[in-house]
């Protein structure tokens, strides 16, 4: 097992103790989360290969697609409305 693939696990466990944070605690750990991802499924892609970073990019997504929809409707001028 490498590097990457442990890190991996430990970002899973984080994040899943996250999501079981308050939602008004979970924004400063998500965000860390969210910055933390693209490099950790970069290194499961260079150390894997495609299939198994692609799986990692899927899985990441799923995680976090509240987040990004409220991002990307932020990057298209919108104002979405956060949770309480």
Do not use: H
Not at 57 to 77: E, H
Request: charged share 15%.
């Amino acid at each position: 097992m490498t590097l990457s693939l442990i890190l991996a696990c430990f970002w899973v466990v984080a994040a899943t103790v996250v999501a079981m944070l308050p939602m008004r605690r979970q924004y400063v750990p998500g965000v860390a989360l969210l910055l933390a991802a693209p490099v950790l499924i970069g290194a499961i892609w260079w150390d894997y290969g495609m299939w198994v970073g692609l799986a990692a990019l899927f899985a990441f997504v799923s995680m976090f697609r509240n987040p990004l929809r409220y991002l990307w409707k932020r990057a298209r001028g919108e104002k979405p409305e956060l949770p309480e």
